[in-house]
């Protein structure tokens, strides 16, 4: 006995004789009047219930057929509310046509409850709170004295302080290496900063970039956890680390922009993609007033900084591979592109250095001064060089100078030797 498709339904069905050519009797005297004429998808039938502890949907019978199609045909604002669960089923209606003839319709019927976001909401209130104090109390630029340069002669200084991860800990009696505390890292990237300038002292500096971000923060919520989730160690409360971490920027700029005018770029990282935006979001108001700081707060993954015949392309690194970076610079940054020589990605994540070429485009992997948690520790990412570097271009003449501040990552042992004592 074959099986036939219906030519009335299109429903496969098996024949059970060689004279049956449809699936039933109705389809047989063409009979489709019971079958429903309208849009399967009736808004007015579903759902919603909205209090302050949840948000109940239900759709019982729709086309739509996924939780991102529930969300964004509901306008669900994630960062007021998140998935508590979810259910769907599937079955198949027929609907006349206009011709007469029937349509096989996969319908769906959909059921969430939403609960409030409330950790993101009140960070997102303290955040927005911060904006407004620093657009309210936003200080007048402080007159600074620069040296004049020599026109076609000024330099760009580019400050790499990757990955700082402000609020890890990491403890030595753990983890087998050195201390790391918000302490610690303040005073690192306060020492790395001066060290780095000072080194690039003999040139005359016209222009300095600042990328921010890559992991600036150890943690992205107040639950100590990164931007996807991930538990991670922390020495102090969230509030309490991003509000320094603005404080020593802010003093950090200030103090560089009596070197030259300072331009910050924010680059987001994989623990730290919000509070990286809202940081740079801090900074913006803060330094509204300046005309010799500006901040690059655009909530793209990759951004691109061209001086002189130099571009230089920044991102942390993790999402997009090696090979594809080498494409997308010159699809993304056509006119900077053809108006460069010197090309160069500049990225974190891995914290240690390597340096690729392809194409006459350099790919730079840069170290980070940050020391080795529990985590790392653990599955033998342990022994980098942790290191800060400085870059400086000519306009023409593009890189002429690479500088390090160096922290030794020392064993037990080592600290005695060398003469270091152990916290």
Not at 127 to 133: N, R
Not at 158 to 184: C, I, N, P, Q, V
Not at 371 to 390: K, L, M, P, Q, Y
Request: proline share 6%; glycine share 6%; hydrophobic share 35%.
């Amino acid at each position: 006995m074959p099986w036939l498709n219906c030519p009335v339904c299109n429903k496969r069905f098996m024949a059970t004789n060689g004279h049956q050519k449809t699936c039933s009797r109705d389809c047989r005297s063409g009979r489709l009047s019971s079958l429903p004429t309208a849009d399967p998808i009736l808004p007015s039938t579903d759902t919603q219930e909205i209090t302050d502890k949840h948000w109940k949907i239900s759709f019982p019978r729709t086309r739509i057929s996924s939780l991102e199609e529930l969300l964004d045909h509901c306008q669900v604002d994630l960062t007021k509310w998140r998935v508590k669960s979810f259910k769907i089923n599937k079955w198949e209606s027929a609907i006349k046509q206009e011709d007469g003839l029937p349509r096989i319709e996969p319908l769906f019927q959909v059921y969430a409850i939403l609960e409030p976001n409330k950790e993101l909401i009140a960070l997102t209130a303290e955040i927005e709170a911060l904006k407004k104090a620093a657009v309210q109390w936003a200080p007048k630029p402080r007159p600074v004295s620069r040296p004049r340069i020599k026109t076609g002669d000024g330099h760009l200084l580019e400050l790499s302080l990757r990955d700082m991860h402000f609020g890890k800990l990491a403890w030595h009696s753990e983890t087998g290496w050195s201390d790391y505390d918000t302490e610690l890292a303040t005073r690192a990237f306060n020492e790395a900063v001066d060290t780095l300038v000072e080194q690039a002292s003999p040139y005359p500096i016209a222009r300095i970039l600042l990328p921010i971000g890559e992991d600036f923060f150890q943690v992205d919520s107040p639950s100590n956890t990164t931007t996807s989730g991930t538990q991670v160690d922390v020495d102090s409360r969230f509030a309490k680390t991003y509000r320094l971490g603005r404080e020593i920027l802010c003093a950090t700029i200030e103090r560089l922009r009596e070197v030259a005018p300072v331009d910050v770029v924010m680059v987001a990282g994989n623990h730290d993609r919000f509070s990286n935006f809202t940081l740079g979001d801090s900074l913006e108001c803060w330094f509204r007033n300046y005309k010799d700081v500006s901040i690059d707060n655009r909530p793209t993954r990759r951004k691109y900084y061209h001086f002189g015949r130099t571009l230089l392309g920044l991102t942390h690194g993790e999402d997009v591979k090696l090979a594809q970076l080498y494409s997308l610079m010159p699809v993304e940054a056509p006119v900077e592109f053809a108006g460069s020589t010197w090309r160069e990605w500049h990225m974190g994540h891995y914290h240690k250095e390597s340096l690729s070429e392809m194409h006459g485009i350099r790919a730079r992997r840069l170290p980070s001064l940050s020391g080795t948690d529990a985590w790392h520790a653990a599955h033998g990412f342990v022994g980098n060089i942790r290191a800060a570097e400085s870059f400086v271009f000519h306009p023409t003449n593009c890189l002429v100078n690479q500088s390090y501040y160096h922290i030794p990552e020392l064993r037990p042992g080592q600290q005695a030797m060398f003469g270091m004592k152990k916290k």
